[in-house]
């Protein structure tokens, strides 16, 4: 059984930084990519970065946020510099890996909220 778990969240004044970290566990045998999605109140919710075969950035947070991937252990750090109030929202850890029974399953991270607020 594949499992996610989130750490990181918390509050920041704007213009303070956070790191989130998601840590896989269970029996992975490829990663197709490994994501982090947010939902702000009243929002949908968005993909912030794609760690795939290049990683991607949402416009709103690119120049600000950086993603690092240990690719031997699938676990990934989102470092998030110059928060904004437009960056408060849960934030989840998601993977599209190839698990057992060679079957691609999406799973997600319970989140973890992140507030920006002075």
């Known amino acids: 059984q594949v499992q996610l778990v989130e750490s990181g969240g918390g509050t920041v004044q704007p213009g303070g930084s956070l790191t989130l970290s998601c840590a896989a566990s269970?029996?992975?045998?490829?990663?197709?990519?490994m994501d982090w999605y947010r939902q702000g109140p009243g929002k949908q919710r968005e993909l912030v970065v794609r760690?795939?075969?290049?990683?991607t950035y949402a416009d709103s947070v690119k120049g600000r946020f950086s993603l690092s991937r240990d690719y031997f252990k699938n676990t990934m750090n989102l470092e998030m510099n110059s928060l904004t109030p437009e960056d408060t929202a849960v934030y989840y850890c998601?993977?599209?890996?190839?698990?057992?029974?060679?079957?691609?399953?999406?799973?997600w991270g319970q989140g973890t909220q992140v507030n920006v607020s002075s």
């Open positions: 998601h993977l599209d890996a190839i698990t057992s029974g060679s079957s691609r399953r999406e799973y």
């Open positions: 269970g029996f992975i045998s490829a990663v197709y990519s």
């Open positions: 760690s795939g075969a290049r990683t």
